[in-house]
């Protein structure tokens, strides 16, 4: 069974820095893209960030500058392992944030992880 397993996110102060992590378990054949999604209260689910294993991204214009993207070898030489980097924190990346991972044409989601900014 195909699994993403997020870690990380918690509180952070506006300024701040976090890091979240998620793997792929259950296959060996490499996401394309795999990314992250966010969604906060009385809003709509967006994207955040994206990469290809070749470690191409993609950002909303929101998060550019202060987020980072990467993918990384897990216990198998396949890049199934997504970090995004998030400094530079504002009130507004307040959001329970989402892995999401795209294998063989169909999409598959982390359970979510909340990230909240306050002072």
């Known amino acids: 069974q195909v699994q993403l397993v997020e870690s990380g996110g918690g509180l952070a102060q506006p300024g701040g820095s976090l890091r979240l992590s998620c793997t792929a378990s259950g296959t060996v054949v490499s996401f394309e893209p795999m990314g992250w999604y966010r969604q906060a209260p009385g809003k709509e689910r967006e994207l955040v960030a994206s990469a290809t294993s070749g470690n191409i991204a993609t950002y909303a214009d929101s998060v550019k500058g202060r987020f980072t993207i990467s993918r990384e070898k897990g216990q198998n030489t396949v890049k199934n392992t997504v970090i995004l980097e998030m400094n530079s924190l504002k009130d507004e990346d307040t959001a329970v944030y989402y892995c999401?991972?795209?294998?063989?044409?169909?999409?598959?989601w982390g359970q979510g992880t909340q990230v909240t900014v306050v002072y």
């Open positions: 999401h991972g795209l294998r063989m044409g169909k999409a598959y």
